[in-house]
């Protein structure tokens, strides 16, 4: 018979771990009123990722890409981070080894404090230029098209992995580590389907780490999860990070 761990007993082992990485996708930002990208009210139900996320796409019709961009920064200018995202920023600066990768590109974690944090997906207030390879920081809303980049003049882009594209060498190095290392991977809100993030659960299941989820439903994850909470991330995340 598998242990039953309680949300005490978890509580109790993140509060006590001395590594902890946590994984986090569109199902946290939920809450800051956020859509995720799957699911009945999800942004890929009404939008085709190939036309709007992809190097293809943007070589055919930049301006198309960057008005979808510009929606999107347009409703997440009006969003702030919600108790799960606070929760975590306070979290990392008592874990000796805390890392925070998330697949979200809203800088919701960022803006609530977290340092620790490899936002593998890239970030929606970033920009990079096509020419020289730039990056900078961005808010401008409704942005200014064409964007053009203050060093040389190219054409800015989104700074976003995009479908077809690697992650960042240094995040994916960083992730690795953490998953490798970790006492506990804690995974919140992801539908687990995009990889690499989907290989993440397992990297660090076999290496012995204590798997828990926090989803508003079970995800292909749900096999090889040590202990599964089902509700929304803002009430489950901070009962379970605070101290008992
Ligand atoms: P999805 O939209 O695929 O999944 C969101 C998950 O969050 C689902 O499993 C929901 O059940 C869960 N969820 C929804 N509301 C929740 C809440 N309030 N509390 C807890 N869980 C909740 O989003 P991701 O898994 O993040 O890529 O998608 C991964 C990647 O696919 C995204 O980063 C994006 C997309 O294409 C890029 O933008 C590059």
């Given at each position: 018979?598998p242990?039953v761990?309680s949300l ?7 509060n006590r771990?001395k590594?902890?990485t946590?994984?986090?996708?569109a ?8 859509p ?10 009404n939008?085709?990722p190939?036309?709007?996320?992809s190097?293809e ?6 301006k ?19 108790p799960a995202h606070i929760t975590?920023a306070?979290f990392?600066?008592h874990?000796?080894?805390f890392w925070l990768?998330?697949q979200n ?5 960022a803006?609530?404090?977290s340092?620790?944090?490899?936002e ?6 970033k920009v990079?230029?096509t020419?020289c390879?730039?990056?900078s920081?961005n ?7 064409p964007?053009?980049c203050?060093?040389c003049?190219?054409l800015?882009?989104?700074h976003i992995?995009?479908f077809?594209?690697?992650l960042?060498?240094e995040?994916l190095?960083a992730s690795y580590?953490?998953?490798?290392t970790?006492?506990i991977?804690?995974?919140?809100g992801?539908s687990g389907?995009?990889?690499p ?6 990297i660090a299941?076999?290496q ?11 995800t ?5 999860i040590?202990?599964s909470?089902q509700?929304r991330?803002?009430?489950v995340?901070?009962l379970l990070l605070?101290?008992?």
């Amino acid at each position: 018979m598998p242990t039953v761990l309680s949300l005490t007993d978890i509580r109790d082992r993140l509060n006590r771990s001395k590594s902890i990485t946590v994984l986090t996708g569109a199902g946290i930002s939920a809450d800051s009123g956020v859509p995720t990208f799957r699911g009945p009210e999800g942004l890929w139900k009404n939008f085709r990722p190939e036309e709007l996320a992809s190097p293809e796409a943007f070589a055919r019709n930049p301006k198309l890409v960057w008005e979808w961009y510009d929606w999107r920064r347009n409703l997440l200018s009006t969003k702030s981070p919600n108790p799960a995202h606070i929760t975590l920023a306070t979290f990392e600066k008592h874990v000796e080894n805390f890392w925070l990768i998330t697949q979200n590109v809203d800088g919701l974690h960022a803006t609530a404090g977290s340092r620790k944090l490899s936002e593998i997906h890239g970030n929606i207030w970033k920009v990079r230029c096509t020419a020289c390879g730039r990056i900078s920081q961005n808010h401008d809303v409704p942005i200014i098209y064409p964007p053009t980049c203050k060093s040389c003049g190219g054409l800015l882009r989104p700074h976003i992995v995009w479908f077809g594209e690697s992650l960042a060498p240094e995040d994916l190095d960083a992730s690795y580590t953490a998953l490798q290392t970790c006492e506990i991977l804690l995974i919140i809100g992801t539908s687990g389907v995009v990889y690499p993030a989907a290989s993440f659960a397992p990297i660090a299941k076999n290496q012995g780490a204590l798997v828990v989820e926090v989803n508003l439903d079970p995800t292909p994850h749900s096999s090889i999860i040590d202990v599964s909470f089902q509700g929304r991330a803002k009430d489950v995340v901070p009962l379970l990070l605070s101290e008992g």
